[in-house]
């Protein structure tokens, strides 16, 4: 460049090594920036391509502003080109650009002018990663928190996150006199050398400067078969201890300065993403590879902070731990458990009340701590909830089709030995919407503390693809014992599928799409198969629709396979397209709305679907018993287990629900149908509610006061569509119905139909649910059943007993049974030592029965306390953060701690000897009880449901009105 041309403002150096075919892009990308005052310098590794030959193309076209370098040897990393890049720089400031890549528009102007406004020595911004190829234009924001607003920091010790989590050195623009002051370059001849600059840079920065704008464009394309990159080659051992040292170094640096905090902080990270990486990985190496990363992991995990374990995950702590301890036979099924979230890998083992990852280093205090698993609930969880390892032991493909064998884990013997097993195999297509097929499981037994299986599948002849739509197929293996249900994948492990035959198949499109399926692990480490090419006529024909696809020839398009393809596609967009939220509401709208009112027609839904119970249940009930001319129809969130086998079950927003809903002559409910679906004038609408109030609701929350007035007014309107709205009490009257912005004329001052039951003289206790849930009922028995809790933007928190449960069980189980109840928001998880003494019961659908089972209540702030106040039974109000709720979070309409029929307690200590004087504070409260119930439940009568089925098909004659016990045999057929 000529000596008399200005200084740039920046320089951008761009490395390339082989990739002529992308360069120009990432050029263009530079040259384009808005600011002025620019040069880009192209640094070619010694390419073997025609990179150099396009970089001197460029510098050609745009003299002055672009140079081209190159490296006389191929340097193996990005760090020797940047250096070099950086000596032949001249601008004030420099940014790294890699060929494959793009800069923001703006990028330059946007660092430059933030470094030259606050004198930063380093300027960062955000990097967003685009997934070329996916067809939904993903994009990734590179921990965008950081970013969130601009900030200048005078050390980085101000910002821990920035050194520990953005280690890019590519989103930045760096002072080119800081980087010559401090000596500052990229280490060359080991990887990770972004790592160790970027920490290098912040550590010697004086002034950094952080800026919420896109900078960077980090381009993620999709893998070619074979292809992996530089930082991803983790079955190289080097690349492992590559990463090791660079971590080394950084560790010194910070000890150096003293830098404690940083340390423990990139030592958590370590533990957290870095070691996950590798580990992620084993299970498919070699085992002479796993001996010595252990070797070398060992070395390096010894040094870091102790505390630094506490802040990651049980599966992390699980793995580190076990790796230390060589224990490969629990490691690997833990690696299996972290790679998938929330799997069950392990058979576990139950000591001394507490539940253990494995049987094995018990001994040690370390690793009984680290291994107890209890928190995570797999002993008290359903089979149908847990998500099981399922071992894959064989796989052969032979003439009678593809040979499987499997192990699945049974956690603490879970499957009894004497329970029905069945199973099938469900082959089904990676992309959503096409059809699966299944196989049935001949062989299915116990086999010591798991539960094997074998099956033969013949692909060739009963599973038929599409083709490219439909390339991957995962395999699932559904496991049934005494009629419950269970999902497992098959997990590859150390079967070696890169040599495995693979059968023959027959799309249905045309074989020319392939006529393979081949087996391999999915990153996750699941059997899966895919579409190939092995006969010479499918790989003609996959050849022409892969580079139809891609463009290459538009004469193609007009192909068998290309016209199939596109057909396929069309059909697949439209079911999308007719599953679409906004589809749905038009179609609902425009056209269900029209269909004719089916006379008799009741859409109920309890908790927006998620059970079966409350006042919807008792109304539904109160129909059915006196045998009213209902159609009815529950909705459901997730599963129908519970539901009555009586009604129509309609999946929540599926076209069956909108059908149901737009045809209904009643809808009823406790909580809410979506606002957004408007209700017809012929449906009538009897919001039940779901309690009274002590919390604010509604428009007195003052999260609904900020919103905007067309989302207020979208609120309103969806409260708009109660044609009546159940009240209980006159204190529902002054509270929720101005809350709600419900008329008077709306208001239907009948008492909830689900406290119908608590007032019937003959409501006794449910000896066959007690059964069930294993309660001893010639003890006391004591029901805790609090609310869940919100933070200040309404995010629920997660649930934690506020005192010590082992502790409780110890002092009581002898003396009474706590049954716990969390809100339906909320999970709890009880170790097994308080088994058979603390209870929970959240499972329950219907609280009401639990009501009558108990002789006592402990809530905090639950609706609950106004309904149990009907039974006359002591009530105990632990408020043991009373101030924090009432004040910060929600607010309340009465003080409870003046007003509760029952005495406030505000730490374990007073909830414990309240309990000693159980029987003598049930006296002491009497009075105020009934008062309580009087205020509360004035219009609770115990013929709610009677009056509100009055309301929708007229009284009940006579002959209708049964008495209890055929009421009892009607209630228990209508699915009770």
Known sequence: MPSSQAQPLVSVIVIVYNDAARLPRAVASALGQSLRGLEVLIVDDCSTDDSFA????????????????????????????????????????????????????????????????????????????????????????????????????ESIAELPDLLVWDTLSTNKAYRRTFLAEHALTFPVGILYEDLLFSSQAYLAAERITLIPNRVYWWDVAPPTKGERSLSNRRHEIRNFTDRLEIHRRIDAMLADRGMVELKYRKDVKFLKHDLVLHLRDLPFLPEDFRKEFAEHARGYLAGLAPEAYEE??????????????????????????????????????????RVYFCADHLDDPEGRKVLDV?????????????????????????????ELAGRIVNPLGRIPADAKLAARLEFSPRRKGLKSFTFPVADVRHDGDGIAWRATADLARRLRPLGILDAVWDVRCVLTANGERTTTRLTVGDLDLASAAAPAVRPRLTRLTGDRLAPHATARGHLAFEIAAEGAAARRGTDLVERALRGEASALANTAADRARRTARGALQLKRTLNNGDTKLKVYHRLLQRLPVVKGQVVFESQ????????????????????????????????????????AL??????????????????????????????????????????????????????LKRQTPVQQAEYLSG???????????????????????????????????????????????????????????????????PTFRADARGRVRAFELPFDVEEFAERFGDRLTLLVRCHYLNRVVLPPSVRGRVIDVSEVQDV???????????????????????LDRPMLFFAHDWEEYAEDVRGTYFDLLREAPGPVLRDAG???????????????????????????????????????????????????????????????????
């Open 374 to 402: 209890t928190a995570h609930g797999y002993h008290a969880a359903p089979l149908r909830k847990l998500f099981l390892r399922n071992r894959l032991t064989h796989y052969a493909a032979g003439p009678q089709g593809v």
């Open 608 to 647: 927006q679907g998620r059970q079966f119970s409350d006042s919807p249940r008792a109304v539904y009930e109160e129909l059915v018993r006196r045998g009213a001319p209902m159609k009815p129809v529950w909705s459901y969130a997730k599963s129908t287990e519970g539901f009555p086998s009586g009604a």
């Open 910 to 976: 007073e909830l414990y000897a309240a309990l000693d004087e159980l029987e003598a504070t049930g006296k002491e409260y009497a009075d105020r009880r009934r008062e309580f119930a009087a205020a509360y439940g004035e219009y609770d009568r115990g013929d709610a449901a009677a009056r509100i089925a009055d309301l929708m098909f007229g009284p009940a004659p006579a002959a209708a009105r049964p008495g209890h016990d055929e009421q009892d045999q009607q209630e228990r057929e209508a699915g009770r």
């Open 848 to 870: 009401t029965p639990l009501y009558l089972l108990s002789d006592a209540l402990i809530t905090d702030y639950s609706s609950l306390m106004f309904d149990y106040a009907l």
């Open 312 to 353: 990651v995950g049980s599966p992390q702590r699980i793995c580190a731990y076990l790796l230390g301890q060589d224990d490969w036979d629990n490691l690997l099924p833990a690696v299996d458990t972290l790679i998938n979230r929330d799997k069950l890998a392990a058979p576990l083992t139950e000591q001394d009340g």
């Open 650 to 703: 309609v999946r929540r927003w599926s076209w069956k629900y909108l059908r149901a809903l737009a045809q209904a002559e009643f809808w009823v409910d406790n909580q809410g149908y979506p606002y957004r679906l408007r209700k017809r004038p012929e449906t009538t609408y009897i919001q039940t509610w779901h309690g009274s109030a002590l919390k604010k609701m509604g428009f007195d929350l003052a999260s």
């Open 54 to 153: 396009v970089a001197r193309r460029l510098e050609q076209e745009n003299p002055g502003r672009v140079r081209a370098l190159r490296l006389p040897a191929n340097s193996g990393g990005c760090g020797a080109p940047r250096n070099h890049g950086v000596a032949e720089a001249r601008g004030e400031y420099v940014m790294f650009l890699d060929s494959d890549d793009e800069l923001a528009e703006h990028a330059a102007r946007n660092l430059y002018e933030a470094g030259s406004r606050t004198g930063a020595d380093l300027v960062s911004g955000l990097s967003v990663r685009r997934f070329l190829g996916n067809r939904y234009g993903k994009t990734d924001a590179w921990y965008p928190w950081i970013y969130s607003r601009t900030r200048t920091l």
């Open 719 to 785: 409260l708009n569509r109660f044609d009546h709205f159940v009240v209980r009490s006159e204190h529902d009257v002054r509270t929720l119905a101005p809350a709600y912005r419900i008329g008077e004329e709306r208001l239907l001052r009948v008492g909830y139909p689900r406290n119908d039951v608590l007032l019937r003289e003959d409501a006794g206790k449910d000896r066959q649910l007690a059964g069930e849930l294993g309660i001893d009922l010639t003890k006391p028995v004591v029901l805790y059943a």
